[in-house]
């Protein structure tokens, strides 16, 4: 059996939260939201497509987590708070099952984080997930690109190259991505790609600390040049500080790993900068997240990114990252 159209929108309806904040929501032309006074609204959209951005035979579950946790990640790197999304879904066949497993993933983030479905579209065709999310930050104190200064710190959240890792070995068919497995290292690698967390708590906390930050969705340091291009400065990334992966040091891919750190994508962690006198103070504020932050360089006068190793020799720039229009999945 496959749903039409409003059978396929009802019964995602269904699963949507209410905010107090949502004058009008799901089923008129379009909702009516109010922002409250003194903040901004952020808005961000990112397309996921079948082969692109994620293994065909993806559990639709994990497609509909990973659709918007890409969003929830780039409202994190604002320092917003989630409000609200649409959601487009473009279906070769509107299957009850995959629909609700879809919804299940999708809304077991959603709820986490507080933000409602307030809208959208559905279309028959190749499997496309599109979502536009929105979130409040008080006006003048989103975190943005353009902040970094010559001197400031640069920092890292998590162990990005692992979600790169776990894509290198579904290429070489050593990762089923359809079920959990019960090797720790292996199921801790397929999460990271199947299941990224958006590090929200963290970009909230960064306010009024962070002079620039990113997301880390294309490579660290393609990503760290996107901040060094709007800033109007470079950044030396030390190879001796980056986090290793005790995951990938298991699963025998240390070597993998250490290629992958600072050019695979898909990690959704966030780099920032900060002031190097608030050292201390951006410390203390991550201490109360459950995520490594590491101090992983500094920036510069001048322009681009480098990574130097321990004698201070360049290895790489911030030209390497991933690129949609060069790379996939596939």
Request: aromatic letters at 6%; a negative charge; hydrophobic letters at 45%.
């Amino acid at each position: 059996m496959s749903l039409d159209e409003f059978g396929l929108i009802e019964r995602i309806r269904r699963r949507a939260a209410v905010r107090a904040d949502v004058a009008l929501g799901i089923g008129d032309d379009a909702a009516l939201l109010q922002v409250p006074p003194g903040y901004q609204l952020v808005v961000t959209a990112d397309t996921l497509n079948s082969g692109v951005h994620f293994p065909p035979e993806t559990p639709a579950a994990d497609i509909g987590w990973k659709a918007l946790a890409v969003n929830l990640s780039d409202l994190a790197a604002m320092g917003a708070a989630p409000a609200w999304c649409t959601l487009s879904l473009s279906l070769p066949e509107a299957s009850p099952a995959w629909v609700d497993a879809f919804a299940d993933g999708f809304f077991q983030l959603a709820d986490q984080h507080g933000i409602a479905l307030i809208g959208g579209d559905t279309t028959r065709g190749p499997l496309s997930i599109s979502i536009t999310a929105m979130g409040q930050v008080p006006a003048g104190e989103a975190l943005r690109r353009d902040g970094a200064q010559p001197g400031d710190d640069v920092w890292l959240t998590g162990v990005p190259g692992e979600a790169g890792v776990a894509l290198a070995l579904w290429q070489q068919q050593r990762l089923n991505v359809t079920v959990p497995v019960d090797d720790v290292a292996l199921e801790h690698l397929r999460c990271r790609l199947a299941r990224p967390t958006p590090r929200l708590a963290i970009g909230l906390a960064l306010r009024g600390l962070a002079t620039a930050a990113i997301d880390v969705s294309d490579g660290l340091l393609a990503d760290l040049g996107h901040i060094c291009e709007r800033s109007q400065v470079a950044a030396d990334v030390l190879e001796t500080a980056l986090p290793a992966s005790p995951m990938a040091v298991q699963m025998g891919e240390a070597a993998l790993f250490q290629t992958l750190r600072t050019t695979a994508g898909d990690d959704y962690e966030l780099c920032f900068t900060a002031p190097a006198a608030l050292r201390a103070q951006v410390s203390e504020s991550m201490a109360c997240v459950a995520v490594p932050v590491t101090r992983i360089g500094y920036i510069r006068a001048g322009s681009g990114v480098r990574l130097l190793n321990g004698e201070g020799a360049v290895l790489a720039t911030s030209r390497l990252g991933f690129d949609h229009f060069s790379s996939a999945v596939e």
